[in-house]
T-cell receptor, first 112, second 119 residues
């Protein structure tokens, strides 16, 4: 059974800093890995999707990497802004199943 | 609408009652998913539809939970004899994933969820 872990559970940084969020998964047989953002009381906003054959994806100030062999993904946020404050979740879908398995998320606070 | 729509946004009911939660997926999305999120946790998978049929219902916790998608678009999650432990946010997602399309590059798009509180 796939298990997804996100470390740290919470992170506080000053505005302007670059930061990295970590995600690890136990079963490397995945179709893809998605990073989401969740604001309080809201649903999930898809940020980036990395297919199993890809190593990274970029969107604006966000860059996500995937290393299937080691079961790790990172989300890099450049020049953080207070509006980046949210909970960031990673999730992967495994071979033979379209369902997403989620980590518990990292709660990010960017201090002005 | 442009996104996944879920109604109601909040539902409060008494233990033992029956509830229905509705999901309107993005137009044209054949795949629909239900997840449940408890406080401080990531969402947990409940059921996946491809078209009208439930392709994977392995996440439904027990037979009090049931979901339908009769016309391959709107879906309803139904919970009978609700218990306090059913309190959570119920999230719906949709995607273009279907036979013949590469699944690996089809993201799931989520609605804002229904916050269910069982008193």
């Amino acid at each position: 059974k796939q298990e997804v872990t996100q470390i740290p559970a919470a992170l506080s940084v000053p505005e302007g800093e670059n930061l990295v969020l970590n995600c690890s998964f136990t079963d490397s047989a995945i179709y893809n890995l998605q990073w989401f953002r969740q604001d309080p009381g809201k649903g999930l906003t898809s940020l980036l999707l990395i297919q199993s054959s890809q190593r990274e994806q970029t969107s604006g100030r966000l860059n996500a990497s995937l290393d299937k062999s080691s079961g790790r993904s990172t989300l890099y946020i450049a020049a953080s802004q207070p509006g980046d404050s949210a909970t960031y979740l990673c999730a992967c879908s495994g071979a033979g199943s379209y369902q997403l398995t989620f980590g518990k998320g990292t709660k990010l606070s960017v201090i002005p | 609408g442009a996104g996944v729509s879920q109604t109601p946004s909040n539902k409060v009911t008494e233990k033992g009652k029956y509830v229905e939660l509705r999901c309107d997926p993005i137009s044209g999305h054949t795949a629909l998913y239900w997840y449940r999120q408890s406080l401080g946790q990531g969402p947990e998978f409940l059921i996946y539809f491809q078209g009208t049929g439930a392709a994977d219902d392995s996440g439904l916790p027990n037979d009090r939970f049931f979901a339908v998608r009769p016309e391959g678009s709107v879906s309803t999650l139904k919970i009978q004899r609700t218990e306090r432990g059913d309190s959570a946010v119920y999230l719906c997602a949709s995607s273009l994933a279907r036979r013949g399309l590469p699944f690996s590059n089809q993201p799931q798009h989520f609605g804002d969820g229904t916050r269910l509180s069982i008193l």
